[in-house]
């Protein structure tokens, strides 16, 4: 079965994000420089992947679809 990408799941249409449309690492949360946007803050600033743990595990949209599609 195939899963959505983390831009069809958010609606994302920042183009210019390495993890847009990029079906060959779908995991954006191990990519360094994307563009994720912070929930709680709106910051889209590139971030390390660090930094990026800390906000993907915790509250990203797209990290509970993949994991809800594991279970």
């Not at 899963?3 to 191990?30: I, T």
């Not at 390390?48 to 915790?58: D, L, P, V």
Request: hydrophobic residues 25%; aromatic residues 8%.
């Amino acid at each position: 079965m195939s899963h959505k990408l983390c831009n069809e799941v958010l609606n994302c249409r920042m183009s210019d994000c390495p993890s847009f449309n990029n079906r060959d690492n779908d995991k954006c949360w191990l990519i360094s420089s994307t563009l994720c946007k912070d929930p709680t803050t709106g910051d889209r600033r590139p971030k390390s992947i660090a930094e990026k743990k800390a906000q993907c595990f915790g509250s990203c949209k797209y990290h509970a679809y993949r994991r809800d599609l594991r279970e």
